[in-house]
């Protein structure tokens, strides 16, 4: 079965994407509104995607009426029939990804794609490549010499697959497993540099690895202000190529007047700035 799993925090004030109101003119009410759109576009790909089951292990444990009042009581409450959701439990996020998979993981034949909720512009045919790989037993290596270079060792010994989506500086938007046994994620989060040690697990593990695109994940201002630039291009792309275009996030920055400007002269340095909505002057 194809079954998605996205790591959510509750949209609480103050509680949410900190990290974006340094050097930002965002208040802690612009940054939940975004915060809000992030999470409701990343549950439409999800939802738009060829997944089965969506999960969605939310944080803190006590928030589960906001949670449901965000996902089933909005626009989006036409997807409750896909949706199961349970709180994270654990004393890290390590402890929490490792007892979140045991939740969901009961079936040899489980093809698992893990989300969070900073990339509100993936592609549901992103997750669809993740899952396709996940279902594909694993193909003959090429042998040494040709395209694909020399065969990995203990490749007829393959216990399963792995796909991870970098976000850029060690960190991964996506991760899909198929495995028989368990895996146990303490010091893949919390350590530095997560694509490492995930990829020291598929190693010891003997898993398969696909590699997909780098995506944004939105933590800082720097991230930001590449989505901030990355959805102009998405919106006018999707005149002329079938792509999903993550309505949420494209009204929430409209309402909020964000828009990418150039700091001085001979710069490259870049910074947000808040327009009124009703002059039109922002980059969306």
Known sequence: MHKLLIFAKSPIKGKVKTRLKKNTPLTDDNILKLYTAFL????????????????????????????????????????????????????????????AIKEIHNDIRDNIVILGSDSPHIQPAIINRAFRFLSTPPIHPLQKGGKGGGSPEGWGNLKGSMV???????????????????????????????????????????????????????????????????????????????????????????????????????????YLIKAKSKSGFCGI
């Open 40 to 99: 409701k576009d990343t549950i439409v790909s999800a939802s738009l995607s060829n997944v089965q089951k969506i999960y969605i292990a939310y944080y803190p444990e006590d928030s589960e009426k906001l949670m449901h009042k965000t996902i089933f009581k909005s626009t989006i409450r036409n997807l409750k029939s896909k949706i199961k959701m349970f709180p994270q439990s654990g004393n890290d996020f390590d402890d929490r990804v490792t007892n």
């Open 164 to 270: 991870l989506g970098p976000s850029g500086e060690g960190g991964v938007y996506l991760i899909g497993l198929r495995y028989e046994g368990k895996i146990n994620f303490k010091g893949v989060f919390i350590a530095k540099n997560e694509s490492d040690n995930l990829l020291k697990i598929a190693r010891r593990k003997k898993l398969s690895l696909l590699l997909l695109e780098e995506l944004t994940d939105v933590d800082v201002k720097s991230d930001l202000i590449t989505l901030i630039s990355n959805l102009s291009m998405i919106k006018y792309s999707s005149h002329y190529t079938k792509i999903h275009l993550p309505q949420y996030t494209l009204n929430a920055i409209k309402r909020l007047g964000l828009t990418v400007t150039r700091k001085g002269n001979g710069t490259r340095e870049k």
